[in-house]
């Protein structure tokens, strides 16, 4: 998905890399039946069935919300997710052919809640468009009513999140790494991808460490609200999330253990 309008460098790398995720989040899945070719057309709903999705193989998609021209899709987007949902409607036209590779709406599910990985990589595609969508929103409202979402930079030192500070967002780290602290002392490193941030949401309490860049950082916020949104939407992702906090609180309780036991002894 690229956005009408100039965009910002960070917007093009999250572009790329959303980009990748159709394609490897269905791979091991067989298409429903062969390439659709569409000629060109001023609404692609009136040619598609309604139980499908649909990766771009070749062709331009022009999206137009509400009669408003807002972002159009390319190859090796997924389309069709939006079906049922109580939205705006979404007009799709073309002005060249297009090639779309179809799969079962049912079985695209399936498969995806059939992985954790899968899982993972859905959400973080889901995340990225709203980040995106926010984004592009912010950029276009005046500085002083840009609303707490979207993408933030961060040099090295800065902290991204402060021991104690109340959670009002979860955040993903589209360049760079940072460190986790508790009451200064290191806990843990935060990668490129890493969603961070979720547990104090989920369980309302405040932050429980510091995350401090250790490079230049880009960061995408996500609302707390529309975090727990997308989560009460997909509870499988949502189950998923949380069993990989699980994990990883396991893993740092089992190296605090490590440490305390030359102490003791």
């Not at 000629?39 to 331009?60: K, W």
């Not at 799969?103 to 959400?123: D, G, P, W």
């Not at 002083?144 to 933030?152: E, I, N």
């Amino acid at each position: 998905m690229y956005l009408l309008g100039e965009q910002p460098a960070y917007a093009d790398q999250l572009i790329n890399h959303l980009q990748s995720i159709p394609v490897r989040l269905l791979e091991g899945l067989a298409p429903s039946g062969t390439p659709l070719h569409v000629q060109r057309t001023d609404d692609l709903a009136q040619s598609l069935p309604g139980n499908q999705l649909f990766i771009i193989e070749s062709g331009l998609l022009h999206a137009v919300v509400d009669e408003r021209p807002l972002f159009y899709l390319q190859e090796g987007d997924l389309l069709g997710l939006r079906q049922g949902l109580d939205m705006p409607s979404c007009r799709y036209s073309s002005e060249e052919n297009i090639s779309l590779i179809p799969y079962q709406r049912s079985e695209v599910f399936k498969h995806i809640y059939a992985s954790e990985e899968r899982q993972e990589m859905f959400l973080h595609y889901l995340i990225g468009h709203t980040a995106l969508l926010s984004d592009a929103l912010a950029r276009l409202k005046q500085p002083d009513v840009r609303p707490a979402t979207g993408f933030q930079h961060f040099a090295a030192g800065e902290e991204l999140i402060h021991q104690g500070d109340i959670a009002d967002n979860v955040f993903i780290i589209i360049e760079g790494h940072a460190e986790a602290f508790v009451d200064g002392h290191k806990v843990g490193d935060v990668v490129k991808d890493e969603i961070f941030g979720a547990m104090a949401v989920f369980t309302r309490e405040k932050r429980s460490a510091s995350v401090v860049a250790s490079e230049p950082c880009t960061v995408m916020v996500i609302p707390k609200e529309q975090f727990l949104s997308l989560m009460q939407s997909n509870p499988r992702i949502s189950h998923s999330l949380i069993e990989s906090m699980a994990r990883r609180i396991d893993l740092l309780n089992k190296e605090i253990t490590q440490l305390r036991l030359p102490a003791e002894a």
